[in-house]
């Protein structure tokens, strides 16, 4: 008869578990990897409510959700953060990542607004994803802020403007792909960092499409097949970016659009080499997705153990893209 009582909490934590481990599965592997992670902030929130529950009726399943969430607890850390505001007027490397999504949202006045912005943020490095280099963008960026670019011209793409002098650049995919990795190396306080501007393999959903029960059921084939697509390519995305990475021994800082979740395998693969500014100096949930998909958190600073991190903000109130920018403070030890 007990084993009958205890067979819901049995298979309880047994789910639990599962849906916990999945981060620790290369999409590569098993494809439904990053879809099952997407259940962890549910199955968390679950288990917080189960043990809330178990204190006031005192309730021994207060012991199996206890160790549930303790288990849970690095993904509470990775998704929400309640660090006190930043000073955004602090001395150091001041660096801004924008997936300005080709500024399809800021086409009145010839852009004026955006730039206008951008220029006003005066970061000493700016990682762009669908950055749209015509109408003169990229000079009145540049003429302005006096950076140094790299970027493909006459393309949209990944491009990396700098005020500090750019001594080495590249890309680590081919060429003509939209999505793809950029990396400068940066003469910085008479030392040399690199950083990787990127930009992963977008989901590809139309959120339009999806915001009710007909719309996920009538899509849910083609959302499935493209966010299994999506996610074992950023896996291969991100083993390229690592290993290019671990071959170099400069400080490094990974910035930009990554198009995943906190709660994924390909999240956690940053996390034996870099710490992520969110994490340290954040607010909240971080949202920077600014469309009809609330909550998620797909764009990211990362950095290694030689920068500190001083002051970091999500830009929550910018509307010229369907992304939100980043502004990160770092300063670099000696």
Not at 268 to 285: C, M, T, W, Y
Request: proline share 3%.
């Amino acid at each position: 008869m007990k084993i009958v009582t205890k067979l819901p909490v049995l298979i309880w934590t047994f789910v639990s578990l599962l849906v916990y481990s999945s981060v620790l599965v290369s999409p590569s592997i098993f494809k439904y990897s990053g879809v099952i992670s997407f259940g962890i902030p549910i199955i968390l929130a679950l288990n917080f409510i189960i043990l809330i529950l178990s204190i006031i009726f005192k309730s021994k399943l207060g012991f199996a959700a206890l160790v549930l969430v303790l288990i849970g607890w690095p993904f509470v850390q990775v998704g929400i953060s309640i660090s006190r505001k930043s000073d955004q007027k602090t001395e150091g490397i001041r660096v801004l990542n924008y997936n300005v999504k080709w500024f399809s949202n800021a086409r009145k006045d010839n852009y004026s607004d955006v730039v206008e912005w951008i220029n006003k943020v005066e970061a000493d490095i700016i990682a762009f994803q669908e950055f749209y280099p015509n109408k003169g963008i990229a000079k009145r960026i540049s003429d302005y802020g006096g950076y140094n670019i790299s970027m493909d011209k006459g393309k949209s793409t990944n491009a990396i403007f700098s005020k500090y002098p750019i001594i080495n650049d590249g890309l680590l995919l081919q060429k003509d792909k939209l999505n793809n990795i950029r990396f400068v190396d940066l003469i910085v306080e008479n030392d040399t960092i690199r950083v990787y501007g990127v930009h992963l393999q977008s989901m590809g959903i139309n959120p339009d499409k999806i915001q009710d029960s007909e719309g996920i059921k009538n899509e849910y084939d083609d959302i499935r097949s493209r966010f299994v697509f999506s996610s074992s390519s950023r896996t291969k995305q991100i083993e390229i970016l690592l290993d290019h990475a671990k071959k170099c021994d400069y400080p490094k800082m990974v910035i930009g659009d990554f198009n995943d979740v906190p709660f994924s395998y390909n999240y956690f693969q940053f996390k034996d080499l870099f710490s992520n500014a969110f994490e340290e100096k954040g607010r909240g949930i971080g949202a920077t997705f600014n469309n009809k998909i609330p909550y998620l958190r797909i764009d990211n600073q990362f950095f290694t153990k030689e920068f500190s991190i001083k002051s970091f903000e999500t830009v929550g109130d910018i509307y010229y893209s369907d992304h939100f920018p980043l502004i990160g403070i770092y300063e670099l030890s000696n």
